[in-house]
């Protein structure tokens, strides 16, 4: 409490007004700033709706369509509790938040910067302020590779796995042997079991290469950072999947956590790409599976694998994934 008091002293002094807080529904974004731009009146009341000139409804419907389903609600929160600083010229307020928030909560301003037109002068303002997005440090980087936390990732699958009911667990197997995320493959495993009971799944799936064509639904798999085009798999597996029941992240989470299980579904995609690597794939070939397209000009436009070919190694070399 002591210490509080002596931080809301010096944040006053630099006329900068900060209020910690939770709010239920928000809670799960953490410790939350109520920022105040200096030369905005604190004691005026704020109004989303009324200050922009829009209704905030039609945006979080924009930003539903154009963002991931688990993002949306981080930007819109952010964006509604500090919308002021896309229409403020004080930025010395948002320099000053808690590197925990604060790349994310200049990533939302951003997003609505952009849904009202502003998107350059708001960028020209962070510029001049010097506020920009951290980027982890090779340092970061080096200490993650050093650690390998994710070293006993297959004991925590199989641990899972007996926890899991059998789609479930089937899920989770497809999520190793496919490198996708985590809702990427809810879809892909849910769309699987929704087109071959109703006779399409030819549609998704191409028996000769043996891969999924995800991005023949874009919808679905096609965003603007995050993609993926294509999943290699071989038909036997596909047929237990197509046989096997629709999943949803909520349950298996929930089933996990009533057995103080941790939630590490993401990092089978890591077990995925560091796999292949070290099993004779190419960086640019794990790249493709995975959904990601570098700006490399070699690879943009004149790259062309063999997608045959290279399913037949990758299945090679997945043969013994789930026993390492």
């Known amino acids: 409490m002591h210490t509080a008091k002596i931080r809301n002293r010096k944040l006053k002094e630099s006329s900068h007004i900060f209020r910690n807080r939770r709010a239920g529904s928000l809670a799960r974004l953490g410790h939350l700033l109520d920022v105040q731009a200096k030369n905005v009146d ?157 006779g399409k799944l030819s549609e998704y799936y191409d028996a000769e290469l043996e891969v999924l064509m995800h991005f023949k639904y874009p919808k679905l798999f096609i965003r603007r950072t995050k993609n993926c085009y294509i999943t290699f798999i071989q038909p036997e597996f596909l047929q237990q999947i197509a046989e096997s029941q629709p999943v949803t992240y909520s349950m298996m989470r929930k089933r996990l956590e009533r057995k103080h299980l941790k939630i590490r579904f993401n990092e089978l995609r890591d077990k995925f790409g560091t796999y292949l690597l070290s099993h004779g794939i190419l960086e640019a070939e794990i790249n493709l599976c995975q959904g990601r397209i570098p700006v490399d000009i070699f690879i943009r436009h004149y790259w062309s694998p063999k997608l045959k070919e290279l399913g037949n190694r990758i299945f090679k070399a997945l043969e013994l994934i789930d026993e390492q």
């Open 42 to 198: 604190p004691n005026a009341d704020l109004d989303f709706n009324r200050d922009l000139g829009i209704d905030f409804d039609d945006f979080a419907i924009w930003v539903r369509s154009r963002y991931a389903k688990s993002y949306a609600p981080t930007i819109l929160s952010y964006a509604r509790r500090y919308y002021r600083f896309v229409i403020t010229e004080d930025l010395r307020a948002l320099d000053a938040t808690p590197p925990t928030i604060k790349n994310t909560l200049i990533k939302s301003l951003i997003v609505l910067s952009k849904y009202i037109g502003q998107s350059q002068e708001f960028r020209a303002r962070l510029k001049a302020y010097d506020i920009k997005i951290s980027r982890p440090s090779t340092l970061s980087s080096f200490l993650r590779i050093f650690n390998n936390k994710n070293s006993d990732i297959l004991k925590w699958y199989n641990e899972a796995n007996a926890l899991l009911r059998d789609n479930e667990a089937l899920f989770t197997k497809f999520l190793l042997h496919s490198g996708l995320r985590k809702g990427e493959a809810i879809h892909s495993f849910n769309l699987i079991i929704k087109l071959d009971g109703e």
